[in-house]
């Protein structure tokens, strides 16, 4: 025997079944959801070294310079005449000076050794002309150093540094500043030449203003020595001095 649904019954089912067709049919699916990882970035920060290449003020220096100057000296004991009692003569030299930072303090004091020595003899360094003095000069003194922080830029600073210390000089006298084929009064000169030799040993104060360019110094100095004859006639000499500078910065 077979059955037949009632119109009832399908008419039900249908009812019920349509709505749900329809909302399957007019929802939008959930959107899709992107996840995005970040690759995770280490970072070692050594904020010693960093800081110390970045402010020179925080670190040691040793600047090692070539100088181009002028010596004037004033000696006793000796003949008033051909540059033996007074004279001036160019001189060349080399220094070096070693920086300890003080720290606490944004005007980037610092404090250190002082060494250098100078060559002087004639007007022409001894190629051109004979000299009075043939000088050896070194000196080695406690240095001190501040920086002018108005003038300090990107690339630049600009130190005044003092240095207080013994001087020791080397004199070997000469045939006196004159042209090697003067004759004028050469019996005396020649007796100076073999009784002036002496070594002397005194004080020196001198100052510079210096300029850094990244790691290139520049700079301008005088200084006053006064030395006393350690053997001979010659009682002191009183020698003052001014030269130009150049020279590199090796940050220790």
Known sequence: MTRHRTPTLALATLFFSLPAALYAQVTPSAPERVIRVEPAVLTLELPYERRAWRDPNRISHLVVSAQLGVLNQATTGTVADYGYDTGTAPSVGLRGRYWWPITGCSCGMGHGLDASVSYANGPTLGALHSGAWERVVAD???????????????????????????SFQHANAGLGDVSRDNAAGLNVRESAARAY????????????????????????????????????????????????????????
């Open 140 to 166: 080695l003194g406690y240095s001190y150093r501040v920086e002018f922080p108005c003038m300090r830029r990107a690339d630049r600073r600009v130190y005044l540094s003092g240095v207080l210390g013994l």
């Open 197 to 252: 030799d002496h070594a002397s040993l005194g004080w020196r104060l001198g100052g510079d203003l210096e300029m850094y360019r990244g790691r290139t110094v520049y700079g301008f100095g005088v200084d006053l020595r006064s030395l006393h004859a350690l053997s001979g006639d010659q009682a002191r000499t009183f020698m003052l001095g001014a030269h130009l500078s150049l020279g590199w910065d090796f940050w220790i």
